[in-house]
Structures are given as C-alpha cells and as structure tokens.
C-alpha cells in the first residue's frame, strides 16, 4: 500500500504567486516602507540621543541619572560614592540627589598622577634645592 501526501489547502499555499504584477509591486512597497520606517525611528533615536547629550554638556545642574550619562560611571557605583560622601552633591528636599557640573568637573579631575618626567624633573629641583642648602650652610 502506497500512502498518498494531501494535497496542500489553497489557502496554505504561497499567495504571492496568486497576485499579479501590480499587486506583487504594491507589497514590495509596502514592506521598503515599513523598513525605511524602521530605520527612520533607529535615526530619530539617534539624534534624540545625541541632542541630550550636547545639552547636557549645557545644563550646569545635574539629576542623578545625567550624572550617570555625563561621567559614564554605573548607576550602582555613583550611588555608593554619594553614600559615602565621597563625591559632591546637593539635597535640597531631602530626597532627589542634583550635582554641580564644575563640582563634578573638578571632583573628576582631582588626584592627579604625575608623569615620569614630572616625577624625575620634581626629584631633580628637590636635590638642586636640598645642595643649595647645603653649600649656604657650610
């Protein structure tokens, strides 16, 4: 016994091949919009994105979370550096965190490491300084 494949329904079955040329065109329309749409909304995005960023570069109050944008630390760690008080902020009502952005500028830029000619030419006018000492005293 030979068993038989059903036959597929008509309507399982590929409509593109059931439209005509003209309908064919209006679907390949239709889907380059949606994808044109889909990149539209990807590039407002972008841009949105992008302004917020140049107008926070503006702002010279932060929130907590343009705080976060603006020095690229984790959410997690700014919250453990203003637990500690090792960063400055402001509470004005005791609940919402705000940042000075020159604060936050400076607190950035704080602890500075010298380079290794830094470090040899301060070594260097230490010991110039120290022998001038010593040839005054002696």
Known sequence: MVSQIPNIPSFLEDQSDN???????????SVTNKKINQEGVNIEALIRHEFQKVTLSLKTVLTFDECVEYTGLSK??????????QIPYCKPCGKKIYFSREEIDSWLLS???????????????????LNRDLRSKG
């Open 111 to 129: 602890n500075r490491v010298m380079t290794t000619n830094e470090v040899q030419s301060y070594a260097k006018e230490k010991v110039d300084h």
């Open 76 to 85: 997690g760690y700014l919250y453990k550096l203003t637990h500690a008080k």
């Open 19 to 29: 439209l005509t040329s003209h309908e064919n065109k209006e679907v390949e329309k």
